[in-house]
């Protein structure tokens, strides 16, 4: 989260009325992202998009990710909420 920079509001596209954005990520078993890629169809709206950038920029930041000791995860899905990030 703490990587997270959500793209700045406009009229077109408020912080608080954009949609969420799913990401499917592979991962090694030391937690770094080999691949991603949107669940949420991204296309469709450059909101979306904007949204979809951020997360994504955030997850490779991020890499790797601090996973539970002894635990190792091939895939997962992570969900970027601007709306939520606002509360």
């Known amino acids: 989260m703490r990587n ?4 700045a509001s ?4 408020p912080i608080e009325q954009r949609e969420p954005v799913e990401l499917r990520l592979y991962l090694d078993t030391d937690g770094t992202v080999t691949k ?11 909101c979306l998009l904007r949204t979809y ?7 490779m930041i991020s890499s790797p990710l601090k996973l539970p000791p002894g635990k190792a995860y ?9 709306a939520e990030v606002l509360q």
Do not use: H, L, Q, Y
């Open 4 to 7: 997270w920079n959500i793209p």
């Open 10 to 13: 406009d009229k077109e596209c």
């Open 36 to 46: 991603f890629e949107p669940i949420t169809d991204v296309s469709k709206d450059k």
């Open 53 to 59: 950038d951020g997360a994504r920029r955030a997850v």
């Open 74 to 82: 091939p895939m997962m899905t992570i969900r970027f909420s601007p």
